[in-house]
């Protein structure tokens, strides 16, 4: 099957199950006892990608790159300020919350922290069973037996229905997590950095139950992490985001073994590795400065400020995200890894940066 990053499918292929199209939210700041405006957060900023059936698409970046935000939006647990998401050919972008009821059925988000997902005052039988009573859903036979069903899917013990949430440890609270996740069997789900608040120990456990649910149960993920080896691990295809935009998009294999735009060299230069023989003599890329902020990004290319490769040309025009090789998308002027057929416009002469670019762009 044949997908851009912006969602579009040759003709003949198979719809992707997601869609996600120049997304943007922007967050407004305001000032005094008017609440008048006086900028915007841009979270996210036109990002575009699909998401196949069956498939698992990474989202990773450092803090604040938006990652959290988009899968957020992806859910409809915030509104977004533009752009269009479209789950199963159905636009769900502006949709109401009462029509939203039967489509959350199909998607459903894990959150990071074990610990403030879960109410403390409830069992673990009335969290994963809340689902089936928020949809009015009737099993066969009846809740409980469905809820001990799906614990002893997720590595529990059935036994533990009547338990609260603080008699277990963080990585079973994040197996009761999941558990409330599946109680509706949906088709996608959104993972919020899964593993990021649980002991490196108990980490794999959990990467290894996903990834066996997503086998049994024919599901689609959404990851997001910035866990790296997390993230290589678990993903069919991975977007590295950086300030609200996504600036590489490519399958796994082909991300880790060539990575072509400087932040994603850098991102992965900081992956430890345990075997000093290991290493190949890989230099460790340190990016100066802080990331800027997204209530005033620099202009162009967000990335320039702490580029080594950035020109003149990176602040001036900002790079689209073009098809550098099968199925990699990179959005930098100067891209490392780039093969030699590949089509990388010249420095000289940047053309004017026209108004237009910074909404209409190929998938910013």
């Known amino acids: 099957m044949t997908t851009s990053p912006t969602g579009a499918v040759a003709p003949?292929?198979?719809?992707?199950?997601?869609?996600?199209?120049?997304?943007?939210?922007?967050?407004?700041?305001?000032?005094?006892?008017?609440?008048?405006?006086?900028?915007?957060?841009?979270?996210?900023?036109?990002?575009?990608?699909?998401?196949?059936?069956?498939?698992?698409?990474?989202?990773?970046?450092?803090?604040?790159?938006?990652?959290?935000?988009?899968?957020?939006?992806?859910?409809?647990?915030?509104?977004?300020?533009?752009?269009?998401?479209v789950f199963e050919g159905r636009d769900i972008t502006r949709m109401s919350q009462s029509g939203l009821r039967p489509i959350?059925?199909?998607?459903?988000?894990?959150?990071?922290?074990?610990?403030?997902?879960?109410?403390?005052?409830?069992?673990?039988?009335?969290?994963?069973?809340?689902?089936?009573?928020?949809?009015?859903?009737?099993?066969?036979?009846?809740v409980k037996k469905a809820v001990q069903e799906i614990l002893e899917m997720v590595g529990l013990n059935p036994e533990h229905y009547n338990r609260y949430p603080h008699e277990f440890s963080g990585g079973q609270r994040q197996r009761i997590g999941i558990a409330r996740t599946l109680a509706l069997k949906p088709k996608l789900i959104i993972a919020d950095e899964p593993v990021s608040a649980l002991d490196v120990s108990i980490q794999a456990q959990v990467v290894n139950l996903l990834e066996d649910l997503q086998r049994e149960l024919d599901l689609t993920y959404v990851v997001i992490a910035h866990d790296l080896s997390v993230v290589r691990h678990i993903s069919d295809r991975v977007a590295v985001m950086y300030l609200g935009k996504i600036v590489e998009f490519a399958e796994r294999k082909s991300l880790y073994n060539a990575p072509m735009h400087p932040y994603t060299n850098a991102l992965l230069s900081a992956v430890p590795v345990p075997?000093?023989?290991?290493?190949?003599?890989?230099?460790?890329?340190?990016?100066?400065?802080?990331?800027?902020?997204?209530?005033?990004?620099?202009?162009?290319?967000?990335?320039?400020?702490?580029?080594?490769?950035?020109?003149?040309?990176?602040?001036?025009?900002?790079?689209?995200?073009?098809?550098?090789?099968?199925?990699?998308?990179?959005?930098?002027?100067?891209?490392?890894?780039?093969?030699?057929?590949?089509?990388?416009?010249?420095?000289?002469?940047?053309?004017?940066?026209e108004p237009a670019d910074a909404v209409d762009g190929p998938a910013d």
């Open 275 to 353: 075997d000093p023989a290991g290493r190949g003599g890989r230099e460790r890329i340190r990016l100066t400065g802080d990331v800027p902020s997204p209530l005033n990004p620099p202009p162009a290319c967000r990335f320039h400020t702490r580029c080594w490769k950035a020109k003149d040309r990176c602040k001036q025009q900002e790079p689209p995200l073009v098809e550098l090789a099968t199925g990699h998308y990179v959005a930098c002027h100067f891209p490392e890894n780039a093969p030699v057929d590949a089509v990388v416009a010249p420095e000289a002469s940047p053309a004017p940066k």
């Open 12 to 85: 003949g292929d198979a719809e992707p199950l997601l869609a996600v199209t120049n997304l943007v939210k922007h967050f407004p700041v305001t000032k005094g006892l008017l609440k008048r405006q006086i900028g915007a957060v841009q979270a996210v900023d036109g990002i575009s990608f699909s998401v196949r059936k069956g498939e698992t698409v990474g989202l990773v970046g450092e803090s604040g790159c938006g990652k959290t935000t988009t899968g957020r939006l992806i859910t409809r647990l915030l509104d977004p300020t533009g752009g269009s998401i």
């Open 104 to 142: 959350r059925r199909d998607m459903q988000m894990i959150f990071q922290d074990p610990y403030s997902s879960l109410n403390p005052r409830h069992t673990v039988g009335t969290i994963v069973g809340a689902p089936y009573r928020i949809q009015g859903i009737q099993t066969e036979n009846g």
